[in-house]
């Protein structure tokens, strides 16, 4: 579904040339993969390239073999908008919308009528838990209630590609386990490529993608050992 091909991201600083990630290659299967690395090895990089909110220096990312790197902005957007959903570390629900609004919200961007996106909608807080908070702002939700959100949202549209960066980085350890059986639930259905320094998360991907100084240098099974 999702592929990076002899990526690279190169960057100027005065006098200064800094690689970010230099010759990645992979094709992401379905199902979960995980990304991690120590700062500045590159992970936020190769996320932002994979879905296209920066352009490669070198190489191309393909969405089936749609050349996501050689469209314009606009169309990048779009393919975000209907192809891909995002979890970030920081929820960024819209502080004016109830809960069942932010997640229908993708929905209202393309068009779907309102009961349709109210269905949707009440069916994927359903899914997480949350059916009983429709109508709470974001104020009066926990953090991981706000993630549960966020993870309903990016799900709107059932998103074949799924991002997730840092999803359980500021949660508590009940959330955090809350948010993390969610995602990997979802991530059986679609390609699901996690960003984290969280190890014990990682291992729960079915792969696992070693990034050192911009360069993937190491793939691992974890679900294949034993």
């Given at each position: 579904m999702l592929r990076a091909e002899h990526l690279s991201k190169r960057y100027r600083q005065g006098e200064k040339e800094v690689v970010a990630l230099l010759g990645f290659t992979y094709a992401f299967p379905k199902g979960a993969t995980a990304v991690v690395g120590p700062s500045g090895s590159g992970k936020t990089t190769l996320l932002n390239l994979l879905a296209g909110f920066d352009l490669p220096s070198e190489g191309g990312v393909y969405l089936d073999n749609l050349p996501l790197h050689q469209l314009p902005e606009d169309?990048?957007?779009?393919?975000?908008?209907?192809?891909?959903?995002?979890?970030?570390?920081?929820?960024?629900?819209?502080?004016?919308?109830?809960?069942?609004?932010?997640?229908?919200?993708?929905?209202?961007?393309?068009?779907?009528?309102?009961?349709?996106?109210?269905?949707?909608?009440?069916?994927?807080?359903?899914?997480?838990?949350?059916?009983h908070r429709l109508h709470h702002l974001p104020s009066r939700l926990s953090g991981?209630?706000?993630?549960?959100?966020?993870?309903?949202?990016?799900?709107?549209?059932?998103?074949?590609?799924?991002?997730?960066?840092?999803?359980?980085?500021?949660?508590?350890?009940?959330?955090?386990?809350?948010?993390?059986?969610?995602?990997?639930?979802?991530?059986?259905?679609?390609?699901?490529?996690?960003?984290?320094?969280?190890?014990?998360l990682a291992r729960r991907a079915g792969h696992i993608l070693h990034l050192k100084g911009g360069r993937l240098v190491r793939e691992e099974t974890p679900k294949a050992k034993g």
């Open positions: 169309e990048r957007a779009r393919v975000r908008l209907e192809y891909m959903g995002f979890v970030f570390q920081q929820w960024n629900l819209i502080p004016t919308l109830t809960a069942w609004e932010n997640v229908a919200f993708p929905l209202l961007l393309v068009g779907r009528p309102r009961k349709e996106r109210q269905e949707r909608a009440f069916a994927l807080l359903e899914r997480v838990g949350l059916a991981g209630e706000q993630q549960r959100v966020a993870l309903a949202r990016a799900l709107a549209l059932d998103p074949p590609v799924l991002f997730a960066d840092e999803p359980t980085g500021n949660l508590d350890a009940e959330s955090r386990e809350q948010v993390a059986t969610l995602l990997f639930e979802a991530g059986k259905e679609r390609t699901l490529i996690l960003v984290t320094h969280d190890l014990e």
